[in-house]
């Protein structure tokens, strides 16, 4: 049994409108299904009686509001299907979907944000809303524990939760760099021209990857625009250069598996404050490019 987040974002209309992530969630938890894209993370991966939270994000709503159990693996609408499925209406579309049993729809929902700190998958507790974008993600049996019966209650449970965060020595700027580099892609300087990658309403910022249980995130998915290939992003972040490499060389050959195509190419960046010998040759025979950062701190007189 696999343990899994399925996520409902406010939906724009072609007539400007915006339908609420709470009512989409409502709505399919009525019908007992749950409408997938082709190209959604973890589709495939998804079996009869495996175990769901539903979150609804964007507006007001960053909320867990309703568990259920998958009575099917993901499967490919008939036309019949869906025009049963979408009510007459272009957000509930699709073209795959898993029926549902067992759905109970929370009278109080939960708050994302109060459930933060106790979430293993949740590994920057200050930008934790790109943890929770679009699509499927993969969770631990303890996280879904935490999310439908609460908090560890004592200190030590917490503590063993939170055994695989990063340290906390790191620099502070580095807690920063996802966002830094998010918010500034366009004029970073990768070496390509590369573009995030999205599917199905998942960004390539915190990308969900591997088998089910895992719990992987991608920090940056990004396609080079010249060459057609995917591109693993991974920052160091405090990590050791074994492990950092270790992580890099995984996710390229998960995507390598589960996303690109037949003739499509792989290949990951390591983004460090600096490169010792043991990263460095941990990826010298890998298509992996190895880049450093710095920054410039600069007073200047503003005048009396």
């Known amino acids: ?72 693996p993901s499967y490919e609408l008939t ?15 699709t073209q795959h979907g898993v029926d549902l049993e067992d759905v109970e729809l929370w009278s109080v929902p939960k708050s994302a944000r109060d459930l933060v700190p106790h979430l293993s998958f949740i590994q920057n507790k200050e930008f934790w809303g790109t943890y929770l974008q679009g699509g499927v993600r993969s969770i631990s049996p303890a996280d879904y524990l935490v999310i439908t019966e609460g908090a560890a209650a004592d200190l030590a449970q917490q503590i063993a939760r939170q055994a695989d965060l990063e340290s906390s020595a790191e620099f ?33 910022r915190q990308f ?29 972040k405090g990590r050791s250069s074994d492990s950092v490499a270790g992580q890099v060389l995984r996710y390229m050959a998960w995507v390598k598996e589960n996303l690109a195509g037949e003739a499509q190419g792989v290949r990951g960046v390591v983004i460090a404050k600096e490169v010792d010998d043991s990263l460095r040759y941990a990826l010298k025979a890998q298509p992996v490019d190895l880049k450093t950062y710095e920054v410039k701190f600069r007073l200047t007189d503003a005048g009396s």
């Open 172 to 204: 502070a700027l580095e807690q920063h760099l996802e966002e830094f580099i998010q918010v500034n892609w366009p004029a970073i300087d990768f070496g390509a021209p590369l573009a995030l990658y999205e599917a199905e309403g998942q960004p390539g």
């Open 79 to 93: 036309t019949e299907q869906n025009e049963l499925v979408s009510h007459g209406r272009e957000e509930f579309r």
């Open 1 to 72: 049994m696999n343990y899994w987040i399925f996520i409902a974002n406010y939906w724009k209309l072609s007539d400007g409108q915006w339908v609420d992530s709470r009512e989409i969630i409502r709505t399919r938890a009525g019908d007992k299904f749950w409408g997938l894209g082709e190209r959604t993370p973890n589709r495939k991966a998804l079996a009869k009686d495996d175990r769901v939270v539903f979150y609804a994000g964007g507006g007001d709503s960053q909320v867990f509001m309703a568990t259920a159990t998958l009575a099917s």
């Open 208 to 236: 969900p990857a591997g088998p089910p249980g895992s719990n992987w995130s991608i920090d940056f998915l990004a396609v080079d625009k010249t060459l057609g290939e995917l591109v693993v992003i991974e920052l160091k």
